[in-house]
């Protein structure tokens, strides 16, 4: 069976720090990779995704970042960490037939 | 553009109560449509979908939703509520290979 793993849970960062968050998934091939933020009290914002290694498609421009190096690996990566970048970082993976997303148990930031 | 209302940001209803999580989706063709689940601090989880066939479908959790298309609307509904119910409740539409989520419905239950 699939399933799919993020790390840290939880992660307490001070303003411009560096951030790498890392999701990866286990028991399917050539998944389609998101990751997803979700403020305190708001809906699910898609920040980016992949549909193979080495292709990240943005949603929305800030100073965040997405790599794939392999296959079911996908990292959400931060030069300098704004107050605003607070929030549940939620991956997401789904089949070729996109008939369904597996959604990550989430890492809880928090930038002070 | 693709876009998932869901009016009601926040519902209380009596354990035991029927509850109906109210959904309205904006899109050029029959989409496919979800609802799922996230409990405090936690991932989502996948209450039902629909792609096609019988308007009505049936869900985990004794949960089910029934799509109109003339209201585009994917209301999720459950006739006895439980407190385990309490949660937030995400209504979701596919656009080929992006999901378009709804701001969500948070639910609360009151003995």
């Known amino acids: 069976s699939q399933t799919i793993h993020q790390w840290p849970a939880t992660l307490v960062q001070p303003v411009g720090s560096p951030l790498s968050l890392e999701c990866t998934v286990e028991?399917?091939?050539?998944?389609?990779l998101y990751w997803y933020r979700q403020a305190a009290g708001r809906g699910l914002q898609l920040l980016f995704y992949?549909?193979?290694?080495?292709?990240i498609s943005s949603e929305v421009p800030q100073n965040l970042s997405a790599s794939r190096p392999q296959d079911r690996q996908f990292i959400l990566s931060s030069k300098k960490l704004l107050l605003s970048d607070s929030g549940f970082y939620l991956c997401a993976w789904a089949g070729t037939d996109y008939n369904e997303q597996f959604f990550g148990p989430g890492t809880r930031l928090t930038v002070l | 553009a693709q876009s998932v209302t869901q009016p009601d940001i926040h519902i209380t209803v009596s354990e035991g109560a029927s509850l109906e999580l109210r959904c309205n989706y904006s899109y050029g063709a029959t989409p496919y449509l979800f609802w799922y689940v996230q409990s405090p601090g936690q991932g989502l989880q996948l209450l039902l979908k629909?792609?096609?066939?019988?308007?009505l479908v049936q869900g985990i959790k004794g949960f089910e939703a029934e799509f109109k298309r003339s209201q585009s609307s994917f209301n999720l509904r459950k006739p006895s509520v439980h407190w385990s119910d309490a949660a937030e409740y995400f209504c979701?539409?596919?656009?080929?290979?992006?999901?378009?989520f709804g701001t969500g419905t948070s639910l609360t239950v009151i003995p």
């Open positions: 992949s549909v193979g290694i080495g292709q």
């Open positions: 979701a539409v596919n656009n080929g290979n992006q999901f378009y």
């Open positions: 028991g399917t091939s050539n998944p389609n």
């Open positions: 629909y792609f096609s066939g019988d308007t």
